[in-house]
């Protein structure tokens, strides 16, 4: 008899075994055998004792193809989908697998954090406490202490400091600039126009001698009240940092003292009025006599003259003859008029960056606040104050330092 092996059912298992009986059955043709004796026939084989076991053994063996709604899906379909699904997880992560990967990128730690319990630690932002302390026990000891937000690594760029500050000599060569010699040094400019207070770096000369630091940072002139914690705060850098580069052993420090801070940056407008080299208007010379009497730098007392000691003139003295008109070198605005034993009656006047003096005046025709133009009369050539004899004390200066005028006046 031939059984459907996709849609067998017990009747026909029952049958089955019917005819694989040894005892042949007495059924020869199975479309003219009597029902009721073929019925009996599988009364008497189905009472045997046959577990459940057994049915659910075939329908492991071969589990049924169709499903109940009557779709089927060949295993080589869900093959192919795992296949595809692999693939695409490939094409996403591949091209990202640098950022990915740098998530569990181990980091090293340098042994002197480790050895040193008040070394800024590279990879945590955090102190490194003796055995026991947990993020919680630091953050409270930061709270109760008052001065904790300027000394807190949690809130600033760590410095790992191996040395204390120090600093070598450098010669300057012909060509040679600021930004060339910071750069020869693996060093910001800052660095080297702070600690050798550069006003002006385009006037570096040949010969000259600048300090180079061992280390990125500023130097730092401690003010009336300061404390590391206030100057850390100010400066933005780990408390500890400064105390290291110094070699400071306690938190007592002096006014006047000058420090070194470490990865410290200059004030933005301090440095681009020593970088940037303004473009300013020719000054004039103030009286029509171009005949210098006394340069600007190194020169015996004129009035007093002691053998070997020398004073720096800062300023240039004009010849000029008693009551010749004195004019404005640039125009701007009377800053103050006044007189004293030194200078005598004397004028200043400020150019935006610049301001100019003019000293030893035997009359002034101008008042503070009175604007002025270039060349415009503002007083008389005299006598006044400490001189030898009528002429006329010229100086300039850019942003509050005095400067050689002839370097401006055309």
Known sequence: ??????????????????????????????????????????????????????????????????SSSGFSIPGSWLKNIAIAAGLLVIAIVGPN???????????????????????????????????????????QDEAQDSNATSNSLFENDLLNLTDTFSWSEYKVQKG???????????????????????????????????KIPNMDGVSYTIQKGDTISTIASKMKVPQNAILDANNILSETIHAGDVIFIPG???????????????????????????????NYGWREDPVNPVAGQMTFHRAVDLAGKMGDPVKAALKGTVLHVDS??????????????????????????????????QGQVIGKVGETGYTTGPHLHFEVFRNGNRINPLDLLK
């Open 340 to 373: 004293n034993r030194n200078l005598g009656n004397f004028i200043i006047l400020k150019h935006g960056e610049y301001q100019t003096l003019y000293a030893h005046l035997s009359a002034v025709s101008v008042k503070a606040g009175e604007q002025v133009n």
């Open 264 to 294: 410290g940056k200059m004030d933005t407008n301090e440095l681009n009025r020593a970088i940037k080299r303004p473009v300013v208007e020719k000054m004039i010379y103030p009286v029509s006599n171009r005949r210098i009497t006394s």
């Open 97 to 139: 697998w640098d950022n990915i990967s740098q998530r569990f990128k181990p980091v090293e730690v340098s042994q002197r954090s480790l050895e040193d319990p008040n070394a800024p630690l590279e990879v945590m932002e955090a102190e490194f406490r003796p055995f026991g302390y947990n993020l919680r026990d630091i953050r």
């Open 176 to 210: 040679d600039t600021v930004s060339g010699i910071a750069a020869k040094f693996s060093l910001s400019q800052g660095s080297v126009i702070s600690i050798n207070q550069l006003k002006e770096t385009w006037k570096l000369q040949s010969g000259q001698k600048l």
């Open 1 to 66: 008899m031939d059984v459907d092996k996709y849609s067998m059912n017990f009747d026909q298992l029952g049958a089955q075994h019917v005819y694989k009986r040894r005892k042949p059955s007495p059924i020869k043709n199975a479309r003219n055998h009597n029902p009721s004796l073929n019925a009996d026939l599988r009364q008497d084989v189905w009472p045997r004792q046959r577990s459940s076991r057994f049915a659910e053994k075939k329908t492991s063996e071969k589990p049924s193809r169709r």
